[in-house]
């Protein structure tokens, strides 16, 4: 059984419909890249996955539970908070809270949420993840005395630390200098080897390539090729797939 199934998702704004039917399914413990262009509905599709945006058509279903169903007038907004918790999500612009440390960014919601542990025991998990993340010597610092990539690793460590089934990411690279970033893409690489069920949107055609198992190619709203991440960043079937990485190459 797919740990993750998506079915005909759509989303407008305004009248313009950013997604036009997105569906596909995932394996656990298996990592999927989607790229594409700006406006092509990536990362629109991330927040209607973890019901920060409410798709208008389609069905969300993890585990073999279904989640979300458009149709359905009895998915209100509790019911999408709790559903909420299967997923976790890395921010482009990290979104730490600066009036706490890393620790307790990390420990913040499993506390909000007790779900029967101790606070000691929340703690220790939250430093073991700061630990897994090399920030062991940062747990005391506040958002403003760390780096770019170290915020960045703060707030994967706290999405792992609600325990979702599914990691997302949205360009959790976008906002950093080379450096930095590879910081983090070391951090995702390594999750990737543990076989973290992940969905990852970036810009780093190569980090695609090398360690998703699959890429998703989105384009004007729908997915326009998916496959193998060797065949779809080395041989696209699609021309709109090689237009666009072409035009990655060429910049």
């Given at each position: 059984m797919p740990i993750l199934?998506?079915?005909?998702?759509?989303?407008?704004?305004?009248?313009?419909?950013?997604?036009?039917?997105?569906?596909?399914?995932?394996?656990?413990?298996?990592?999927?890249?989607?790229?594409?262009?700006?406006?092509?509905?990536?990362?629109?599709?991330?927040?209607?996955?973890?019901?920060?945006?409410?798709?208008?058509?389609?069905?969300?279903?993890?585990?073999?539970?279904?989640?979300?169903?458009?149709?359905?007038?009895?998915?209100?907004?509790?019911?999408?908070?709790?559903?909420?918790?299967?997923?976790?999500?890395?921010?482009?612009?990290?979104?730490?809270?600066?009036?706490?440390?890393?620790?307790?960014?990390?420990?913040?919601?499993?506390?909000?949420?007790?779900?029967?542990?101790?606070?000691?025991?929340?703690?220790?998990?939250?430093?073991?993840?700061?630990?897994?993340?090399?920030?062991?010597?940062?747990?005391?610092?506040?958002?403003?005395?760390?780096?770019?990539?170290?915020?960045?690793?703060?707030?994967?460590?706290?999405?792992?630390?609600?325990?979702?089934?599914?990691?997302?990411?949205?360009?959790?690279?976008?906002?950093?200098?080379?450096?930095?970033?590879?910081?983090v893409l070391r951090v995702?690489?390594?999750?990737?080897?543990?076989?973290?069920?992940?969905?990852?949107?970036?810009?780093?055609?190569?980090?695609a390539r090398d360690v998703?198992?699959?890429?998703?190619?989105?384009?004007?709203?729908?997915?326009?090729?998916?496959?193998?991440?060797?065949?779809?960043?080395?041989?696209?079937?699609?021309?709109?797939?090689?237009?666009?990485?072409?035009?990655?190459?060429?910049?």
């Amino acid at each position: 059984m797919p740990i993750l199934e998506v079915n005909n998702i759509k989303k407008s704004f305004d009248n313009h419909q950013i997604l036009k039917g997105i569906s596909f399914s995932m394996e656990e413990g298996q990592a999927i890249s989607i790229i594409g262009s700006s406006g092509s509905g990536k990362t629109t599709f991330l927040r209607c996955l973890n019901f920060l945006e409410r798709p208008d058509e389609g069905t969300i279903t993890v585990k073999g539970e279904q989640l979300f169903d458009a149709a359905n007038p009895e998915m209100n907004a509790k019911k999408l908070r709790e559903n909420r918790l299967h997923f976790g999500m890395v921010f482009q612009q990290f979104n730490l809270f600066p009036q706490y440390t890393a620790l307790d960014n990390v420990t913040l919601a499993p506390k909000l949420l007790a779900e029967g542990k101790s606070d000691a025991d929340i703690e220790k998990r939250g430093k073991e993840l700061l630990d897994q993340m090399g920030l062991s010597d940062r747990m005391d610092n506040y958002p403003h005395q760390l780096s770019g990539g170290q915020q960045q690793r703060v707030a994967i460590a706290r999405a792992l630390a609600l325990k979702p089934d599914i990691l997302c990411f949205d360009e959790p690279t976008s906002a950093l200098d080379p450096e930095l970033t590879g910081e983090v893409l070391r951090v995702i690489r390594n999750l990737a080897d543990k076989h973290t069920t992940m969905i990852i949107v970036t810009h780093e055609m190569a980090f695609a390539r090398d360690v998703a198992d699959e890429v998703i190619f989105m384009d004007d709203g729908i997915i326009l090729e998916k496959g193998p991440a060797q065949q779809v960043i080395n041989n696209p079937r699609e021309e709109r797939t090689k237009q666009f990485l072409s035009s990655l190459n060429n910049s």
